[in-house]
């Protein structure tokens, strides 16, 4: 059995004896209590708690998202929190307010995915080092309110707990409070949230034999008929009608793998970014599916430190009726690009906009349509956990790019922000994008902040001190803002829930 040691002192809290790398700090235990706050450090006391001032809100308006009519309502429904996957909301989020900040620790799980049922609850799905477990939690006292266990982790595939994205890391919720999630063992499962928030196992779709062994599930999506469509890692895409059970199936190119989510329109389309291309994929009148097109982008020459895959790191954004953004894994510098994906378009590309720190760029995290315009965070250098520790962190970057008539063009760049892994979300309500962010000490303190940025200016308006302690890492969590505005992360040892007061 071969175990990564990292992994392992992340999940059971104590730390190797030995550096995981010759320039790696041993990881030290975690604390983390279940049922009581995530635990504070005496050295919250030595770091800012609060700098800035509270926002005023500045709407931003936007191209209208579809209401996709097999998922919930838009804002609550996956990770990109709609099918457009746009990590942007209606609603107004924090503004700075005397902000009010509650923890809650479920032990060593993080909670990366999270929809909202249509109580207003949290609906999470939660990894641990013994497999996925979904969480009903409460929005305001966050107590979980019931929890089942979706998928075991398979402790002998020699899988890194820290980076394994299968069949653990996406779900999507539909408008009856149904969550559809892929499982360890390459199956799609059907969990309902009764009105009480109690869980039960609806039914289980196995697809492990239209998989090779060492292949797995990374993500499932639903098309605008109602068709389940899944995606392994190994570039094999699926679809499964729920009313018959057929499924069909294509293995797109070899040697192209699939390592983020999907999104879909309405005009029936799929869309996916493999580790060398963007697709879009339609099912045909069998059901089967069926490459529409297919567009090659610049993969690089390497696995940049901060990414997941030598590729793109982006789940494809759509934005409006027009457009299909993606960031590459170009260098000197990694490139946002924008498709037209309207059907009869013969010359998609509408523009590619080099972005970032020279020589030092990366994303592993979706773009944010931000009205007619992309935002990109840096997380070059975030190698695992070990990265962001004595009071260390990433390479800095936060930037803005317009979509013009003839083109793109940069609109800002902040290099003050550094967000590690933050998947940042806009709130169109008030013209922020918050982001996680860490930024540099010599005095060693791991010190962790929500931050909110002006998107009009790339000026940062506010940030606010969660915690120190490498229990306050983030690791690849989304950000999310609950229908009353409320803001949610989840960290490797818990939830915080952020408020203005």
């Known amino acids: 059995m071969r175990i990564s040691a ?3 002192a992340l999940v059971l809290g104590t730390g190797p004896s030995a550096p995981v790398a010759a320039d790696d700090p041993a990881l030290p235990p975690i604390p983390a209590v279940p049922g009581l706050p995530i635990p504070s450090l005496p050295t919250d006391l030595l770091v800012p708690r609060f700098v800035g001032t ?3 809100p500045r709407p931003l308006p936007a191209p209208d998202v ?6 919930s309502a838009n804002g609550t429904s996956s990770m990109h929190n709609d099918a457009y996957s746009t990590d942007a909301y209606d609603v107004s989020g924090p503004l700075g307010h005397d902000l009010g900040i509650r923890s809650r620790s479920y032990g060593i799980r993080e909670c990366a995915t999270i929809a909202f049922d249509s109580h207003g609850r949290l609906v999470g799905l939660c990894g641990g080092l013994e497999g996925f477990t979904m969480m009903v939690v409460d929005p305001v006292t966050l107590n979980p309110v019931d929890e089942l266990q979706v998928s075991q982790r398979d402790l002998t595939s020699g899988a890194n707990p820290l980076t394994d994205i299968c069949g653990g890391t996406y779900f999507f919720l539909d408008p009856h409070d149904h969550a559809f999630a892929t499982t360890t063992d390459a199956g799609i499962a059907e969990i309902a949230v009764g009105a009480d928030g109690t869980l039960s196992r609806v039914r289980d779709w196995p697809m492990a034999s239209y998989l090779s062994d060492d292949d797995c599930l990374v993500a499932t999506g639903v098309d605008w008929s109602g ?3 899944w995606f392994s890692q190994q570039g094999v895409v699926g679809t499964l009608d729920r009313a018959t059970g057929q499924v069909g199936v294509l293995a797109l190119p070899t ?7 999907v999104s879909s329109d309405e ?3 799929m869309y996916a970014v493999t580790t060398h291309a963007t697709y879009r994929l339609d099912a045909d009148a069998t059901g089967q599916p069926r490459v529409t097109w297919r567009i090659a982008y610049d993969r690089g020459t390497k696995v940049k430190p901060g990414t997941l895959s030598q590729g793109s790191g982006t789940s494809p954004t759509l934005i409006g009726r027009r457009w299909i953004a993606i960031a590459d894994n170009a260098e000197p510098r990694s490139q946002v690009i924008v498709y037209d994906r309207r059907s009869g378009v013969t010359d998609r590309l509408h523009c590619q906009v080099p972005v970032l720190t020279e020589g030092a760029s990366a994303t592993e995290n979706s773009l944010v349509a931000a009205g007619n315009s992309l935002i990109i965070e840096n997380n070059y250098g975030y190698t695992g956990v070990q990265a962001t520790m004595l009071g260390q962190s990433t390479t800095p970057g936060l930037a803005r790019v317009l979509i013009e008539r003839d083109g793109c063009r940069v609109a800002w760049t902040n290099n003050d922000v550094i967000a590690p892994t933050s998947v940042a ?3 169109l309500g008030n013209g922020l994008v918050y982001a996680y962010t860490k930024p540099v000490r010599s005095d060693l303190i791991d010190a962790w902040y929500l931050t909110a940025i002006d998107i009009r200016t790339g000026r940062v308006a506010w940030s ?6 490498i229990q306050w890492n983030n690791h690849y969590a989304a950000i999310y803002l609950g229908p009353d505005g409320t803001l949610y992360v989840a960290t490797v040892a818990g939830l915080i829930r952020l408020a203005d007061g």
Request: proline letters at 6%.
């Open 227 to 229: 068709r389940l469509w």
């Open 6 to 8: 990292a992994a392992l």
């Open 267 to 269: 005009t029936g389309g």
């Open 464 to 469: 606010r001190l969660t915690g120190t302690g």
């Open 54 to 56: 509270e926002a005023t």
């Open 255 to 261: 040697g192209e793998g699939i390592f983020n989510s």
């Open 425 to 427: 979300k806009a709130s």
């Open 66 to 71: 579809p209401q996709h009519p097999y998922l």
